[in-house]
């Protein structure tokens, strides 16, 4: 089967071109089983997209290669090691000197060192990182609109910004809109007062790019969604592409209009998670090259477990810490890392799992039996999800680590409950303040 596929490869790249093999294809373990040929890929969402849109073109490309026809499917790997997707590979020195001083988006602006080269790509990010660098290769074609949701710090204005000024190396001169939502709002409220709407018309829905940073802002405002919502029928009926970062999903946004959360549900969602330890400390030493500090890495891995959870607390322990020695005249060391990170490490410390389940479990009247168990009557599955969700918001617990413990399920099952529980929090206030109560005591018994 090794041999099969390696022979396949070659042809799969001329067929579905070099980006999409990269992005797609390169990452797929293949194997077989009794019913035929497996292609491993590392979750869910990888395995649609392969059998949506790839599926028939590897069967037959495996069939010619092979001489006959066979059974080809995609499956999630459960020892699944994803690769971390090869940067971008570097553009000539001609070429970034005749595009740096075009790279500046029609509207807006864009942060100077917020490039794909500057992030740093793991398991928390790779299906966004990879959509985005889809998305800069060829805008309008594939995953449109693209929008990008999760907490805050994570890495969700970055991405969009290296989609930007990928979008002008590969073209200067396509018109680029890069602003946030509030910006847009405001410029709209201007154009309002001096009675100059045509313009703002005009200058927002002849762009061939936009890209809007905290969508959830709109949620309220009912006159700007009304304009954004014809400006991105605008957009998307001529092929322009939009994208869009938020810190939840769309179902999620309380106050967002059904039309709009609609808009942005027929593209393509992709959520970036908290980094995990190696990739805090990749960070960090990336961060610190950035700032010609050498950081030995006994003391990355001090930051990384203690100077919290976002790349902007991060980036602050490290700024601390480089401060800290400088103002001092002292080495950067191991100990001065502890006293740097210190604000961040004595936050709350999170409840355990156990602790969730036994309040869930008194609060809904539901056994610790019944809440891992495997039954589905609609009481015990929404009692379950709101304890997936809490596991997740106050013990900080990983995915896997909540399956674990509720049944042995795939992480995939919380993946899940998290998101019903964030679009149920905020459409039903009853539930939104059950749960906020249940944070409260969880949070005040770890404290104690």
């Known amino acids: 089967m090794e041999e099969l596929w390696s022979a396949a490869l070659p042809l799969l790249r001329q067929q579905v071109g070099e980006r999409n093999f990269v992005t797609w294809i390169e990452p797929i373990r293949c194997t077989s089983d009794r019913e035929g040929v497996c292609l491993e890929v590392p979750n869910r969402f990888f395995q649609e997209w392969i059998t949506r849109h790839f599926l028939a073109t590897i069967r037959n490309t495996l069939a010619a290669v092979a001489g006959d026809a066979r059974a080809v499917r995609a499956v999630v790997s459960s ?39 500057t992030f740093v790509v ?38 969009a910004n290296a989609l930007a000024h990928e979008m002008l190396v590969h073209n200067p001169r396509q018109r680029l809109a890069c602003l946030s939502a509030e910006s847009f709002m405001n410029s709209l409220i201007t154009s309002l007062r001096q009675d100059q709407m045509a313009q703002f018309r005009d200058r927002f ?23 954004f919502f014809h400006t991105f029928n605008t957009l998307y009926g001529n092929g322009k592409q939009i994208v869009l970062t938020s810190d939840k999903p769309p179902a999620a946004i309380a106050g967002l209009e059904q039309r709009l959360k609609s808009r942005f549900e027929g593209g393509l969602i992709a959520d970036v998670h908290p980094p995990t ?3 805090r400390v990749a960070i960090l030493q990336q961060k610190a090259a950035a700032l010609f500090c050498a950081l030995p890495d006994e003391v990355a891995w001090v930051l990384a477990r203690t100077g919290g959870p976002s790349v902007r607390e991060l980036e602050g322990a490290l700024n601390r810490l480089i401060a800290t020695a400088t103002l001092r005249g002292l080495p950067i060391s191991a100990e001065l890392a502890q006293q740097a990170s210190r604000p961040f490490a004595e936050r709350p410390t999170p409840a355990s799992i156990e602790a969730v389940q036994e309040a ?26 709101v304890a997936m969700y809490l596991c997740r918001v106050v013990a900080d617990a990983s995915f896997p680590a909540i399956a674990e413990k509720f049944g042995g399920r795939d992480h995939s099952t919380v993946m899940h409950a998290v998101r019903v529980v964030e679009q149920r929090r905020a459409a039903d206030p009853a539930l939104g303040d059950a749960i906020l109560m249940l944070e409260s005591a969880l949070r005040n018994r770890a404290a104690a």
């Open 79 to 117: 020892t699944w090691a994803a690769p971390v997707p090869p940067a971008l590979p570097p553009l000539p020195a001609r070429r970034e000197r005749a595009t740096t001083a075009a790279r500046v988006p029609k509207i807006g602006q864009l942060v100077a060192h917020y490039t794909f080269k």
């Open 122 to 159: 793991g398991d928390a990010n790779q299906v966004a990182y990879q959509a985005a660098v889809s998305v800069a290769e060829q805008p309008g074609r594939r995953f449109n609109p693209l929008f990008l949701h999760g907490g805050v710090g994570l890495g969700k204005t970055h991405l």
């Open 205 to 227: 829905r002849h762009v061939d790019a936009l890209i809007l940073d905290d969508v959830q802002f709109l949620a309220g405002k009912e006159r700007t969604q009304e304009e």
């Open 277 to 279: 330890l190696a990739m």
């Open 360 to 385: 869930v479990g008194q609060h809904f009247n539901v056994s610790l039996a019944d809440l891992k168990s495997h039954r589905r009557e609609r009481s015990l599955a929404h009692a379950r999800q």
